[in-house]
């Protein structure tokens, strides 16, 4: 997208997009002048932009490849993103056959593409093996709003364990909208032995000339960004068991680059330390 005339139903150009700016760090081409200007800013003080992104997206991607591995046919991804390269589908269908994901979101621009993008590949035909995939409009603010959406379309079946993806999303709900609480409401509708996949952006190390680029940039978006405590982040995961990290890690949450990284020394860059991430499973 690179002009106003382009814009999809029910997006302002002018305001920048956390999905359309996270794309942008990804390199994609889904952004507007606005999009691009943002990202600009953020670059003055957050060099390391790019990579903490792709520490994100990695995580993203191993811990599906994880679950999937380990038998995992069920994914809700709520704030799913635009559709990047190996998105949930990809990662889990390369796995094994038979995957259901259902990606969640509330920004029209990804609702848009996904829709364009992720038509089911196989799985429509009678008899497909291929993922089938399914895409919602839906807020993580209203969790039982999207479980009677995922049910009312039979998109998964919550008597049979799914993976609940809550990737780089829940910094978007401000704490007194209770974020803590709307994870535990979805995971409350969940089979034992489904996993809860979740990161979310630090305060923990970032430089104040950091935070106020970031406060400067998302207070003018259509969602600003909440940055929290690792105490605050690993409280997501509280009556979970947790997985550990990577052999050898304690069972904890762990920053985004490091889980499931084949040499985690390596992985722990500084973008990766912007998010601390688990896996964790509903005994
Ligand atoms: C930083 S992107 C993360 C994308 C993907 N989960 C990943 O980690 O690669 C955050 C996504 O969450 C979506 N989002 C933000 N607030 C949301 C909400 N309240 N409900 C649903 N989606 C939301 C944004 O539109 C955006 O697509």
């Known amino acids: 997208m690179s002009g106003t005339d382009q814009a999809p139903p029910g997006v302002d150009p002018h305001v920048p997009s956390p999905a359309r700016l996270y ?66 589908h990809q990662v889990a269908g390369a796995v094994q056959t038979g995957t259901r994901v259902v990606y969640v979101d509330n920004d029209p ?55 609940l993806l809550l990737v780089a999303v829940t910094h978007f709900i401000p704490d007194e909208e209770n974020p803590w609480d709307l994870v535990r409401r979805l995971l409350k509708a969940l089979a034992p032995g489904s996993h809860l996949v979740l990161s979310a952006a630090t305060r923990d190390h970032q430089s104040p000339r950091a935070l106020q680029a970031i406060e400067e940039v998302y207070s003018k978006a259509t ?11 690993g409280r997501f995961f509280s009556g979970l068991e947790m997985v550990p990290p990577y052999p050898g890690a304690e069972a904890a949450v762990t920053y985004a680059g490091q889980w499931g990284a084949e040499d985690p020394e390596a992985a722990d860059s500084d973008g990766s330390r912007w998010s601390y991430c688990g896996v964790a499973r509903l005994p």
């Open 223 to 233: 969602a600003n960004v909440h940055l929290r405590t690792r105490d605050e982040i």
């Open 23 to 88: 794309d942008l760090y990804l390199g994609g081409k889904d952004n507007f002048a606005a999009d691009r200007a943002a990202a600009r800013r953020l670059r003055q003080d957050l060099p390391e932009l790019e990579d903490a992104a792709w520490a994100n997206r990695g995580f993203l991607q191993r811990a599906v490849r994880f679950l999937a591995t380990r038998g995992v046919r069920q994914f809700l991804d709520i704030g799913a993103g635009l559709p990047t390269q190996n998105n949930t």
């Open 109 to 163: 621009t990804v609702l848009t593409h996904a829709r364009a993008l992720l038509q089911p590949p196989d799985a429509a035909r009678p008899g497909g093996t291929g993922p089938r995939t399914t895409v919602l409009t839906g807020d993580l603010r209203e969790p039982e709003s999207i479980l009677g959406d995922v049910i009312g379309r039979d998109a998964l079946d919550l008597d049979e364990p799914v993976a």
